[in-house]
């Protein structure tokens, strides 16, 4: 009978740490891209990020392995992101009347938010001029247009990762796309991916509105 030694079982640390380089660290990406947007700084990024690994390991024995741990990452660096500002500045996460009152018909669905026509000049545009018109966005307003069409988050997972109502979400997402729509077609007329002729108004202003209602005319 030949002896063969008998294998140790690994330790609760080592499980844990392999678990957490299996399901954390395949998210790093996504975390530092987001940061990016959230920073609008290299290097506050990279900062982010690192300290947003250092809690989650930190803290990897609360996770449920195997979840969501995306959303899980996420939640952390969002409210590490929060929580800094708000030690330099007035908190800006705090829900308004307008966001009460705002109904939840109003909203656009994500999946129809870059219809036409704005699908048809966002498109013909440089990544560089979307990731400044989202960098240009308030941080209320930022942070879900980020998770929701960067990460895309729906919206119960943004309300999680943001420790607040789903109501509160939608509603800045509808009004962090509109300015982010507009922003964007501006910089459209001005590369002239959109004749300003075909956005002015019967005043003689260039308009998002005076683009949509051109394009509504000419598909009718």
Same mark, same amino acid.
């Given at each position: 009978?030949?002896?063969?030694?008998?294998?140790?079982?690994?330790?609760?640390?080592?499980?844990?740490?392999? =678990?957490?380089?299996?399901?954390?660290?395949?998210?790093?990406?996504?975390?530092?891209?987001?940061?990016?947007?959230?920073?609008?700084?290299?290097?506050?990024?990279?900062?982010?990020?690192?300290?947003?690994?250092?809690?989650?390991?930190?803290?990897?024995?609360?996770?449920?392995?195997?979840?969501?741990?995306?959303?899980?990452?996420?939640?952390?660096?969002?409210?590490?992101?929060?929580?800094?500002?708000?030690?330099?500045?007035?908190?800006?996460?705090?829900?308004?009347?307008?966001?009460?009152?705002?109904?939840?018909?109003?909203?656009?669905?994500?999946?129809?938010?870059?219809?036409?026509?704005?699908?048809?000049?966002?498109?013909?545009?440089?990544?560089?001029?979307?990731?400044?018109?989202?960098?240009?966005?308030?941080?209320?307003?930022?942070?879900?247009?980020?998770?929701?069409?960067?990460?895309?988050?729906?919206?119960?997972?943004?309300?999680?990762?943001?420790?607040?109502?789903? =109501?509160?979400?939608?509603?800045?997402?509808?009004? =962090?796309?509109?300015?982010?729509?507009?922003?964007?077609?501006?910089?459209?007329?001005?590369?002239?991916?959109?004749?300003?002729?075909?956005?002015?108004?019967?005043? =003689?202003?260039?308009?998002?509105?005076?683009?949509?209602?051109?394009?509504?005319?000419?598909?009718?």
């Amino acid at each position: 009978m030949i002896f063969q030694p008998k294998r140790e079982k690994p330790s609760e640390e080592q499980s844990l740490r392999e =678990g957490f380089q299996r399901e954390a660290l395949p998210h790093m990406e996504a975390l530092y891209n987001s940061a990016l947007y959230m920073t609008r700084s290299p290097a506050l990024a990279e900062d982010l990020v690192q300290e947003t690994f250092l809690k989650a390991f930190r803290f990897w024995h609360r996770y449920e392995q195997n979840t969501n741990c995306k959303a899980w990452l996420f939640r952390i660096l969002t409210n590490t992101f929060i929580n800094k500002n708000r030690r330099k500045k007035r908190p800006t996460m705090s829900m308004d009347a307008t966001e009460r009152e705002l109904s939840s018909a109003l909203v656009a669905d994500k999946s129809s938010f870059y219809d036409t026509p704005e699908k048809d000049y966002i498109s013909k545009l440089f990544p560089e001029h979307v990731q400044k018109a989202i960098e240009a966005l308030p941080e209320n307003f930022r942070i879900p247009v980020v998770l929701a069409d960067l990460q895309d988050f729906s919206y119960k997972e943004i309300a999680d990762i943001m420790d607040c109502p789903v =109501g509160t979400v939608m509603s800045r997402l509808f009004r =962090g796309r509109k300015r982010l729509q507009e922003e964007l077609f501006e910089y459209a007329v001005e590369l002239g991916v959109i004749p300003a002729s075909v956005a002015r108004d019967d005043d =003689g202003a260039v308009s998002l509105d005076a683009y949509r209602r051109s394009k509504k005319a000419a598909a009718g």
